[in-house]
């Protein structure tokens, strides 16, 4: 069973820039899809990117050129950096597969965006 634990959320101002890490315990190297999820208040949950286990990369177009993905199978960690962010970004990111699996959603972490 994998179990996955979203970190690396706060508090930032317009233009600034995260780094949310998601760390699994019964390991990611077989999984072959990663994706970075979020949800706003009142919004249904929204697919923000993907990454194969190959390394292959997919953004939603209101991320795109903002948002890079990437994975470290060794460490059982994925990664999305985000840049330029905007107060639309606000929400609560999670990770699961791609399609996501019920039983692997986790907390999240919550990000912030100011004007």
């Known amino acids: 069973q994998v179990r996955l634990v979203e970190s690396g959320g706060g508090l930032v101002q317009a233009g600034g820039s995260l780094r949310l890490s998601c760390a699994a315990s019964?390991?990611?190297?077989?999984?072959?899809?990663m994706g970075w999820y979020r949800q706003a208040p009142g919004k249904q949950r929204e697919l923000v990117g993907r990454?194969?286990?190959?390394?292959?990369?997919r953004y939603a177009d209101s991320v795109k050129g903002r948002c890079t993905i990437s994975r470290d199978n060794a460490k059982n960690t994925v990664y999305l950096q985000m840049n330029s962010l905007k107060p639309e970004d606000t929400a609560v990111y999670y990770c699961?597969?791609?399609?996501?699996?019920?039983?692997?959603w986790g907390q999240g972490t919550q990000v912030t965006v100011s004007p």
């Open positions: 699961n597969t791609e399609p996501p699996l019920h039983a692997y």
């Open positions: 990454i194969t286990i190959g390394g292959s990369t």
């Open positions: 019964g390991g990611i190297s077989r999984i072959n899809t």
